[in-house]
């Protein structure tokens, strides 16, 4: 009975194991911006990314990562010009758009950890959205969007904004498609000025299905047991 619990137990370990060594495939396609300022053309701006530990980075660009996925866009680091309106600069108003997939045959992923840093102040504002959708079967998992205001909005105030959240997708996938698009403007306030808005930092942490979470765990917790009963 014994011999049956350890072959049970490594055989769990071996099966998440195997499926975490699999890994996963980020492409991100695109990490780019555009800023504006009055009677110019629009000036782009190439925006550097972490692929959990390879980077900085410029898209486009692939990596297999055996770990869970992490993807950091570093908006405030963007060449030649960070994702930023006001504060002494002549830019008005700009985009940031990023979009990546990931792609495996292992164990589906449940959600992602959202963060956003940014910072606000008298007329700045930070409008986002964020689509999540499935590449095998196109259905929408996550469809979200926000916005964050200076004190020159009603209910605004200024200072750093941002949120840190566990984002949940509509349904468990191993092949995502996320598109992601910030808006950053001072709404026509003169440039340079005191109004500002600006995209410090976007970063996401994904979640794998919990399910395999728990084999391993009850595998390492079972483990653990039999080595509490071999020391007495």
Do not use: C
Request: hydrophobic fraction near 45%; avoid cysteine.
């Amino acid at each position: 009975m014994k011999g049956l619990k350890i072959l049970g137990i490594a055989l769990s370990i071996t099966a998440v194991s195997a499926a975490f060594a699999s890994g996963w495939t980020v492409n991100v396609s695109t990490s780019r911006g555009t800023l504006f300022q009055p009677s110019q053309p629009g000036v782009n701006t190439n925006v550097p990314f972490i692929i959990n530990t390879s980077g900085p980075l410029n898209s486009p660009a692939t990596v297999f990562v055996s770990g869970l996925p992490q993807i950091t866009f570093l908006t405030a680091a963007g060449v030649p010009h960070p994702i930023l309106t006001g504060d002494g600069t002549s830019f008005t108003g700009g985009t940031y758009t990023a979009a990546y997939t990931i792609t495996s045959n292992k164990a589906p992923l449940l959600g992602f950890n959202f963060v956003v840093q940014g910072f606000v102040f008298n007329l700045g504002q930070i409008i986002w959205t964020k689509k999540v959708v499935d590449l095998r079967t196109s259905q929408v998992l996550y469809n979200g969007s926000g916005v964050f205001s200076g004190v020159g909005y009603s209910g605004g105030a200024n200072g750093n904004v941002g949120f840190a959240q566990y984002i949940p997708l509509a349904r468990p996938s191993s092949n995502v498609q996320v598109i992601e698009t910030f808006i950053v403007h001072i709404d026509g306030a003169p440039a340079p000025g005191d109004s500002i808005a600006s995209l410090l930092l976007v970063e996401q942490d994904w979640v794998p299905e919990p399910a395999s979470m728990l084999v391993l765990s009850a595998g390492l917790a079972g483990l653990a047991a039999l080595r509490r009963r071999a020391k007495k």
